[in-house]
C-alpha cells in the first residue's frame, strides 16, 4: 500500500532557529497534508497543499507540495517553545477513502 | 462548534473486558476513522467508514469491531481486550481530503 516515510525522526534545536523537515512517497500523492500533534492533544490541521509545485504559508510555517508529487516539505521559521510536538504529513489514498499519515517527525524546542 | 467528540477520555480495562469507544462529529462529514497511537509511533489506521451504512478495514483491526450508526456516529468496539491494545484511540471524521481529529482516548489493559 502506499506509505509515506518523514525525516528527520526527531530534531532538538534551540529556539528562534529554522526548521525543516520533509516526507516522501514511492507513490505519486494528489494532496498533501500537515498535521501537528501537541503533547496530549489530537493532530490539528496545519497546511493543506494541492497543487504540485505549490508553495504555501501559515504564519511561520511554510509548505511545499514537490514537483514529482512524491514529497512535500515543511518549514519553521524562527521557532519558538510553543511549536515543540509531532508533525505528521498525510494524504489521501488513491480512491480517497482514507488518509494514510506519516511517521512523524518529534521536535523539541530549547528556550 | 464541538467538532469531533470522542468518549470517554480515559479507560483502564482488565484483559478480557469489553468495551465501545464513542465518536461523534456535528460536521456533517461522510467518512469517519478510527486510527490508535502507540508511544513513539505515528497513527495506524483500524477501520474507517467511506460513508453511513459501509466500513471497511485499515492496517490494524484485529481485535476491534466498528458500528456506523448513523452519519453523525462511528463506534469502536474491544470484545476482549488485551494489554496489547493499550493505546491512544483517535477518531476523526473527513469531508474529503482532509480529517479533523477528537482529542483521543486513553486506554489502558491490564
Known amino acids: 500500500g502506499q506509505q509515506l516515510n518523514q525525516s528527520p525522526q526527531s530534531m532538538f534545536i534551540q529556539e528562534g532557529e529554522d526548521v525543516s523537515m520533509n516526507c516522501t512517497s514511492s507513490s505519486i500523492f494528489n494532496t498533501w497534508l500537515w ?10 490541521l496545519l497546511i493543506a497543499l494541492y497543487k504540485a509545485g505549490e508553495l504555501t ?3 511561520r510555517l511554510t509548505a511545499q507540495f514537490g514537483i514529482t508529487r512524491k514529497d512535500s516539505f515543511l518549514n519553521i521559521s524562527a521557532s519558538i517553545p510553543s511549536d515543540v510536538g509531532i ?15 506519516g511517521t512523524g517527525t518529534r521536535l523539541l524546542v530549547s528556550p | 462548534n464541538a467538532g ?6 480515559f479507560q483502564v480495562l482488565k484483559t478480557g473486558q469489553s468495551m465501545t469507544l464513542q465518536c461523534a462529529q456535528d460536521m456533517n462529514h461522510n467518512s469517519m476513522y478510527w486510527y490508535r497511537q502507540d508511544p513513539g509511533m505515528g497513527l495506524r489506521l483500524i477501520y474507517y467508514s467511506a460513508s453511513e451504512g459501509t466500513t471497511d478495514k485499515g492496517e490494524v483491526p484485529n481485535g476491534y469491531n466498528v458500528s456506523r450508526l448513523n452519519k453523525r456516529e462511528f463506534s469502536l468496539r474491544l470484545e476482549s481486550a488485551a494489554p496489547s491494545q493499550t493505546s491512544v484511540y483517535f477518531c476523526a471524521s473527513s469531508p474529503g481530503s482532509q480529517a479533523f481529529f477528537g482529542q483521543g482516548t486513553r486506554l489502558t489493559v491490564v
Not at chain 1, 498535521?35 to 490539528?44: A, F, L, S
Not at chain 1, 508533525?87 to 499519515?101: D, E, H, I, R, S
Request: proline residues 12%.
Open chain 2, 4 to 9: 469531533v467528540t470522542q468518549t470517554p477520555k
Open chain 1, 35 to 44: 498535521y501537528k500533534q501537541d503533547p496530549g492533544e489530537g493532530p490539528v
Open chain 1, 57 to 59: 504559508s501559515n504564519g
Open chain 1, 87 to 101: 508533525y505528521f504529513c498525510a494524504g489521501p489514498n488513491t480512491g480517497f477513502q482514507k488518509l494514510v499519515f
